[in-house]
């Protein structure tokens, strides 16, 4: 099996890795694989962002329990610190950890994450422990709207302040005929309503439903007026994306900054340009090791003096591998210029493992469904003109991912009770024994 080690870099800020302004530079443009990057944002990382192995190929393995151990430099040798239990959904994304301290059991902090229907995640909530209760600490949360069709027209931004759920950013999108966004307008909150903030038109996306960007022209609100600021431009060529950002300046378009990600199978790398004297110019790169597994072994920060690529800082992660290829233990260590040998940091050792497939299926269509009355109020009527005689696994869901109805069937006519869910939309989805699937919107009244 395959496996694919990421997510680890998240450790310079919770280990107090110095981040300098330069390697806070870039700005969170996603490139498709953004495994090396993270560790130049500056992005109020948490300490459950390093817990997870997210371990990818033909097949990922993710562990349901690891023992953490920190650095002890007193005593020259490892500690046991915090015992962390994973949970995951049906495709393997996390959906939380608990946190103990190893000494006593007692509960420390518990993370926990929601999904939409399509992967993107929307909750983002940290908790500790009170005295028998978990409280919320910290969160970010992406609720979106919708119009009387179901399809999505904007999200409203939360963050957990003063013990409520509280508005920051509102976008409201403008929707062509296959319902994908093409323009978006971005408001704050002022505590008691909307204020113009931003506008972003012409998008185009590689993949609306992962929220890939291709391009886009932003204008800030500004006396009563949009005005141009900023346009994001992206490429690929094979294994190489590219990122280009250009301000408005002097009434035209003007080249500011590069991003450039490329990989092999043995390394992935960023380099950051900018656009000085007519040309581009070396800034920053990022360059990850990859072992034989699939799995990065380790990131290099190097910054351009002029004449060539200076490392300052560099990251090692120590795998060990059972015989299934799962990760059983990670050893976190970090060395810049002023260290002779690096200094290990942090370990990690994983176990209970649960294996995922990330093979995609040639998916074929259940023709013939008939799913009335849509909009749906009581109950809901499917009947499926199948000549093959089958069984049926029906499962509604929100359009937060969240499954409020789940069944199995051997018949063809089937009934679902509705009158418990919320007014909304839905997705419904029907699997049969064959693999056929078929998904439409259901509204409930």
């Not at 966004?181 to 204020?195: A, I, R």
Request: glycine share 6%; aromatic share 14%; charged share 20%.
């Amino acid at each position: 099996m395959k496996t694919r080690f990421t997510c680890i870099f998240f450790m310079l800020v919770l280990f107090g890795i110095g981040v300098n302004a330069k390697q806070k530079s870039l700005e969170g443009r996603k490139l498709p694989r953004l495994n090396i990057k993270s560790i130049a944002l500056d992005n109020g990382t948490k300490i459950k962002e390093l817990r997870h192995l997210t371990l990818t190929g033909d097949q990922f393995s993710v562990p349901g329990f690891s023992q953490d151990f920190s650095w002890d430099e007193e005593s020259d040798g490892w500690m046991h610190v915090t015992n962390t239990t994973y949970s995951y959904n049906d495709v393997g994304a996390p959906t939380g950890e608990v946190i103990q301290d190893a000494g006593t059991d007692l509960y420390l902090f518990r993370n926990s994450y929601d999904y939409d229907y399509f992967g993107n995640i929307t909750e983002d909530i940290a908790y500790t422990r009170g005295v028998d209760e978990w409280i919320i600490s910290a969160g970010e949360k992406s609720v979106y709207t919708v119009n009387g069709n179901g399809d999505i027209t904007g999200v409203i931004h939360q963050t957990w302040e003063n013990i409520e759920w509280v508005n920051k950013t509102k976008d409201v999108y403008t929707l062509n005929a296959q319902n994908v966004p093409t323009e978006m307008e971005t408001y704050t909150w002022n505590g008691t309503g909307w204020d113009a903030y931003s506008k972003t038109t012409g998008m185009n996306w590689t993949n609306w439903n992962t929220r890939e960007l291709e391009f886009y022209t932003l204008q800030l609100w500004k006396e009563g007026a949009w005005e141009n600021t900023e346009r994001f431009s992206s490429s690929r060529n094979g294994n190489t994306f590219t990122d280009v950002i250009q301000l408005w300046k002097n009434n035209e378009w003007v080249n500011e900054k590069r991003e450039t990600y490329t990989s092999t199978d043995t390394e992935e790398q960023i380099t950051l340009e900018l656009w000085r004297q007519e040309e581009w110019q070396k800034k920053e790169k990022y360059l990850a090791s990859i072992d034989g597994r699939g799995n990065q072994t380790g990131v290099v920060y190097s910054s351009w003096d002029g004449t060539e690529w200076y490392a300052e800082m560099e990251l090692f992660f120590d795998l060990t591998y059972n015989e299934s290829d799962d990760v059983t233990q990670m050893v976190f260590r970090y060395r810049d210029p002023s260290m002779e040998e690096p200094a290990n940091i942090s370990k990690f050792l994983y176990s209970s493992f649960l294996h995922f497939t990330t093979d995609v299926p040639v998916v074929e269509l259940l023709d013939n469904v008939q799913v009335f009355p849509n909009p749906v109020n009581n109950s809901l009527n499917i009947h499926i003109d199948d000549s093959q005689l089958s069984t049926y696994e029906v499962n509604i869901l929100s359009l937060t991912g969240q499954k409020v109805f789940s069944g199995t069937f051997s018949t063809p006519t089937i009934s679902v009770n509705t009158g418990y869910f919320t007014t909304g939309t839905y997705v419904l989805n029907i699997l049969n024994k064959d693999g056929r699937v078929y998904n439409t919107k259901l509204m409930k009244q």
